[in-house]
């Protein structure tokens, strides 16, 4: 077995015993590296302390890992220009803090005969966050609500099947683009 000592150095070719005995002498381990290699490779090292090691870097990886939420803002097609601001506020608030935004207007009754006026607040709430967030999902009508998903900018976007140039935002289907 090949032999490397705390510093990484080789210390040649070992028969198992030996190494075993000369771990021991140090107050180390033994510990196979990389047991597939001919002849295999093994370490001397404190295991315990490698264990340790390890999990201090896992945790400071899953500490510094940011997980993107799924914020969802709701509104309906009556809103007041005022209650249309907060929420761009707050969905500029989301996006700034890394997060993905869904933007959904509610219809209720009759007023699923215009959606027009909803694709009109979803038009200005994507003008609204232009600066901090573009459009990831055009607008789709799912049952009574009529939604957008933004997400942050600076995030890298998704590649296309090709593997080439991020894939293009398609554009709202407004009642103007319809007939093109």
């Known amino acids: 077995m090949r032999v490397l000592d705390e510093d990484g150095n080789q210390l040649g070719v070992l028969p198992t015993n030996e190494a075993l005995r000369q771990a021991h002498e140090r ?8 047991p597939t290699s001919t002849p295999p490779v093994a370490k001397y090292l404190n295991y315990g302390q490698y264990k340790y090691e390890l999990q201090k870097k896992e945790k400071d990886a899953r500490k510094r890992q940011k ?10 097609p009556k809103i007041g ?9 707050q ?11 869904k933007f959904s207007v509610k219809f209720r009754g009759r007023e699923m005969t215009h959606p027009e006026i909803g694709q009109g607040i979803l038009r ?10 573009q459009l990831e999902r055009p ?5 009574r609500f009529l939604s957008i998903q933004l997400i942050p900018l600076g995030r890298p976007r998704a590649r296309d099947e090709a593997g080439g ?9 407004t009642e103007a683009t319809k007939g093109e």
């Open 27 to 34: 107050g180390l381990d033994l510990v196979e590296v990389a």
């Open 67 to 76: 997980t993107a939420d799924l914020k969802e803002l709701r509104c309906t």
């Open 81 to 89: 220009d005022a209650d249309l601001q907060t929420k761009i506020r």
């Open 91 to 101: 969905a500029q608030k989301f996006l700034g803090a890394g997060d993905r935004v």
């Open 124 to 133: 200005r709430v994507i003008e609204g966050v232009a600066e901090v967030g």
């Open 139 to 143: 607008s789709l009508l799912e049952g």
């Open 165 to 173: 140039n991020p894939a293009e935002t398609p554009e709202p289907v």
